[in-house]
């Protein structure tokens, strides 16, 4: 029985998958397995891992496409270690990850961790732009395992783990398309469950590599806050607010422009700080620019979702729903 099982879900990415199998391959630390659960891709990974199954235990499994949430569910039941590491294929490890985790899960008690991520050195500048923007203190991003203070911290699964036992007792998480790891989180924390942030225990995360699929994202992120408001109320927090009075407030000031052209110039305020902030942490002038482009879209999307589905399933009460399902990934 290894100690660790990290649980992979993949849906038509065996490039990316490649490159987040090749940094488990050079662990420190290697009690472990990994399970691999293609959710109905047309674009196999099977023979990537064959690759690798030399070099580690590696379970690979398909399955007729289901979602995130259920793919997971299925890659806990094959999984054979006493802590579950659910990854995002588009994520890569540092070389201590499951050492630093290690360590962690020896001295302290908890159920269920998590940690932040950032930008590798060699994403491309949109990438490492849209991680600015989804990482930041400066958006919600900043509530994404950088800081705890904005709101409780509720483990994501990009890089989340959780004791096996723990996960079987809670049934694995919900069919939500978006939003299903923070549904397990509150599910978890609402169970009397623990969690804790592992700051060190970051990942690679390269996410979207255009603003366009990066917007489709965002924007059923902003739907699925007000999804797990009903599902769990009161989770909403000031932090959460913030994107769509941003969206409210600027389209407040561009009516008003019309009399007081002036007003306009207030629109520079946002993407000079970001601009600068986001200078000040990546050290890189054209990822700055672009970090205020994502951190624009990131916001806008978040703020137009949230509204949309705060109108349709506040006032109009439209049942659980989310966006763009037919050409997501396009």
């Known amino acids: 029985m290894p100690r660790y099982s990290i649980i992979i879900p993949v849906y038509n990415r065996p490039y990316e998958l490649n490159e987040l199998l090749g940094t488990i391959a050079l662990q420190s630390f290697t009690d472990f397995e990994v399970v691999v659960v293609e959710d109905g891709s047309s674009i196999k990974s099977e023979a990537v891992c064959n690759e690798f199954s030399n070099r580690f235990s590696i379970h690979y499994v398909y399955q007729n496409n289901t979602g995130p949430g259920p793919a997971r569910n299925t890659g806990a039941e094959k999984a054979h270690g006493r802590w579950l590491i659910f990854l995002d294929s588009d994520c890569m490890l ?29 994403f491309n500048t949109i990438q490492k732009a849209i991680g600015y923007a989804m990482s930041s203190v400066l958006t919600t991003g900043g509530i994404r395992g950088a800081r705890e203070k904005l709101d409780i911290f509720y483990p994501r699964s990009y890089n989340l783990g959780v004791r096996k036992s723990v996960f079987m007792a809670m049934k694995g998480f919900s069919t939500m398309r978006f939003g299903e790891d923070l549904d397990f989180s509150m599910r978890l924390l609402e169970k009397g469950y623990s969690t804790r942030l592992i700051r060190k225990a970051f990942v690679f995360h390269k996410r979207r590599n255009n603003f366009r699929s990066f917007f489709k994202q965002i924007f ?111």
């Open 94 to 122: 540092p070389p201590n990850y499951l050492e630093i985790v290690d360590k962690e899960a020896d001295c302290e008690e908890f159920d269920c961790f998590g940690g932040p991520d950032k930008a590798h050195p060699t």
């Open 220 to 330: 059923n992120s902003g739907i699925a806050r007000i999804n797990l408001e009903f599902r769990h109320p009161n989770t909403i927090k000031p932090v959460h607010w913030l994107p769509a009075l941003f969206v409210l407030g600027h389209i407040l000031i561009i009516a008003v422009s019309i009399k007081f052209p002036v007003l306009l110039l207030t629109l520079l305020v946002v993407p000079v700080i970001v601009f600068f902030h986001a200078l000040s942490v990546t050290k890189e002038f054209r990822t700055s620019l672009w970090a205020v482009v994502a951190t624009l879209v990131q916001t806008i999307g978040y703020g137009l979702g949230f509204l949309k589905a705060l109108v349709l399933r506040g006032i109009f009460r439209k049942k659980e729903f989310h966006d763009f399902e037919r050409n997501f990934y396009k």
